[in-house]
């Protein structure tokens, strides 16, 4: 099971991540109460060891935005949102090559099966994380979808993508959400913080446990 917290604005809070077993830390390179810089993590990134996957999250970003911000940082991947045109995927994969990650955004809703068609005809992602939203934020809502309306959706197309499951999970329900949607792996960011922008690292730790044990049943 592939883990990832996301939101970091300091080199404590990814630290943390790294110890209690996350694979990824990520950085909101975005409007939100978690939005960091360039500079703020290129400082950060130095002091995480190579083996944790560092991903940008970008919505609405230029590709010579996205690509400073990945060259400066040392990130390893690219979260991107809807808000970016489709070919922006496909110019990445080709700056970058096939060892930086791309994800792509999918927000939950009645045409899910559609977007995950959609999406697994685009050969330059590595995988798909789909979230819920609300009327003023698309990530880090703390809201989660509906895992038994989504539960079909993410079993027919698992075989072919990797989803990532996100939107509302934290320490108490991440195993249920393993257990209902069989993800690929899992992300969150408001579930584990003590406010916006600070972890609270005793539920870094056991985001990472429940998820991990809940896979490995």
Not at 147 to 170: D, N, P, T, V, Y
Request: hydrophobic share 45%; aromatic share 6%.
């Amino acid at each position: 099971m592939w883990v990832k917290v996301c939101g970091n604005t300091n080199l404590e809070d990814a630290s943390v991540s790294v110890e209690a077993g996350a694979d990824a830390v990520g950085f909101i390179f975005a409007e939100s109460p978690r939005k960091v810089t360039v500079a703020q993590v290129s400082a950060i990134t130095p002091h995480l060891p190579a083996t944790i996957e560092k991903i940008g999250v970008f919505v609405a970003a230029s590709f010579a935005d996205i690509v400073q911000a990945v060259t400066a940082c040392g990130l390893t991947g690219i979260q991107l949102h809807a808000h970016h045109d489709a070919a922006m995927a496909a110019r990445l994969r080709e700056h970058f090559g096939p060892k930086t990650k791309i994800l792509q955004v999918i927000h939950y809703a009645e045409d899910l099966a559609a977007q995950l068609k959609a999406a697994q005809q685009d050969r330059s992602m590595d995988g798909v994380l789909v979230d819920s939203r609300t009327a003023t934020a698309v990530g880090g809502t703390g809201v989660r979808f509906d895992w038994q309306a989504a539960q079909r959706e993410f079993f027919a197309a698992s075989s072919h993508l990797r989803l990532i499951a996100a939107g509302g999970l934290k320490p108490e329900n991440v195993a249920e959400a393993i257990h209902t949607l069989r993800p690929w792996g899992v992300d969150s960011v408001s579930g584990v913080e003590a406010a916006p922008g600070h972890k609270d690292h005793e539920r870094v730790k056991a985001f990472v446990r429940a998820a991990k044990t809940a896979s490995a049943k």
